[in-house]
């Protein structure tokens, strides 16, 4: 009798066993079904053959790389450190007249104001190379700074952190008081830092409403800092950001007004 009893609770803690592992692994499922993103190609008939998911057209273009010290092929430069004459200051259209250094820089002229390239664009690859000035002058956002405004009013910052902490959302890397980088990844203050940016215009419908944000991914010196980042509006020293309708626009440099004297040197665009 008493065997009977152990044998008999034996299999119901198996059978409640089996029906656990079971409801599992059909919550698992389920939750798969839901992860798995349909794509509608893929709902034919699947092929049986390897040529049949291959294709030929259209031809992917060929660019030359950035490698020693090249730019790519298709890359337009806006600075080569030949002169400014792409460059005009954003407040009155007159010519920049930012130093233009002998080792093929330029350098913020104390308090001429911000310079715009006159070419305009939209979505963009930017390589822009920058360098915070020495000796190291004052502290937090007056130490190094500056800024690389992309369609011409949305700022990523530049500044020199280096021992030098500020307001996270406003140090070097970030999206100018929306969001800070992932990384702080400077080199030492007086050396050239890269920044490579991949930027996404935003986008607007015809009654002046933004259908599509823009989006921001920066390398800095090679680190990822902004990843595909979401610019919620303008940039404001003071107040929330903005979105005014706008096409195109020009790549700005900031003089930050009180003597920041950030020089710049290979800048280049691949339109996108
Ligand atoms: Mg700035």
């Given at each position: 009798?008493?065997?009977?009893?152990?044998?008999?609770?034996?299999?119901?803690?198996?059978?409640?066993?089996?029906?656990?592992?079971?409801?599992?692994?059909?919550?698992?499922?389920?939750?798969?079904?839901?992860?798995?993103?349909?794509?509608?190609?893929?709902?034919?008939?699947?092929?049986?053959?390897p040529e049949a998911t291959e294709y030929y057209e259209p031809k992917v273009p060929v660019v030359g790389p950035a490698t020693e010290g090249k730019i790519p092929s298709d890359a337009i430069v806006l600075f080569d450190g030949s002169s400014l004459d792409g460059w005009m200051?954003?407040?009155d259209s007159t010519a920049a007249k930012w130093h233009l250094n002998k080792d093929g820089s330029m350098t913020v002229a104390d308090r001429t104001g911000n310079i715009r390239t006159k070419q305009e664009f939209g979505d963009v690859q930017l390589h822009i190379e920058w360098r915070s000035p020495l000796p190291v002058q004052r502290d937090g956002q007056n130490r190094g700074n500056s800024g690389v405004f992309l369609n011409g009013i949305y700022e990523i910052q530049v500044l020199d952190n280096n021992d030098n902490d500020t307001y996270v959302n406003g140090q070097v890397g970030a999206i100018y008081k929306q969001g800070p980088p992932l990384a702080m990844a400077s080199v030492p203050t007086g050396e050239w830092n890269i920044y490579d940016i991949i930027y996404h215009a935003p986008e607007f419908n015809t009654d002046g409403g933004k259908t599509k944000s823009a989006t921001v991914t920066v390398l800095h010196n090679g680190v990822l800092i902004q990843d595909h980042t979401e610019i919620k509006g303008t940039t404001p020293y003071i107040g929330w950001p903005k979105n005014p309708v706008h096409g195109k626009g020009p790549l700005m440099l900031q003089d930050h007004g009180d003597d920041s004297r950030v020089s710049y040197r290979n800048i280049w665009v691949r339109e996108l």
């Open positions: 009798m008493y065997k009977i009893f152990i044998i008999g609770t034996l299999v119901s803690v198996l059978i409640s066993c089996q029906e656990k592992i079971k409801e599992e692994a059909n919550q698992i499922i389920e939750e798969t079904k839901e992860a798995v993103i349909v794509h509608e190609e893929y709902m034919k008939p699947e092929p049986t053959e200051h954003t407040q």
